[in-house]
């Protein structure tokens, strides 16, 4: 049983910034990829970031040079800082992870981005 929750969403204004958490409980492994997605109103989930085990990272362009994705892989804990952020960044961000062939999802968080 894998539970990946995910905190640190809230309202700000555009500039600001905000930190996500996504920390998984009840395994024992490590992820071979831990990311970010989120789902606006009307769209698709689509990736944000996504780390592997190995440090390699993945950006949307539409985030790059603003957000950083980090793991601590002692704790299975993802991270996403979001900074200079956008009213377009408004969404639900979801935390995932892969194991092998499985796909976990969390609960998702709200971001929004005022202006």
């Known amino acids: 049983q894998v539970h990946l929750v995910e905190s640190g969403g809230g309202l700000v204004q555009a500039g600001g910034s905000l930190r996500l958490s996504c920390a998984a409980s009840?395994?024992?492994?490590?992820?071979?990829?831990m990311g970010w997605y989120r789902q606006a109103p009307g769209k698709q989930r689509d990736l944000v970031a996504h780390?592997?085990?190995?440090?390699?990272?993945n950006y949307a362009d539409s985030v790059k040079g603003r957000f950083t994705i980090s793991r601590d892989y002692a704790k299975n804990t993802v991270y996403l800082q979001m900074n200079g952020l956008k009213p377009e960044d408004t969404a639900v961000y979801y935390c995932?992870?892969?194991?092998?062939?499985?796909?976990?999802w969390g609960q998702g968080t709200q971001v929004t981005v005022s202006s």
């Open positions: 995932k992870a892969l194991y092998r062939t499985y796909v976990y």
């Open positions: 009840g395994s024992v492994f490590s992820f071979a990829t």
């Open positions: 780390m592997t085990s190995s440090g390699n990272t």
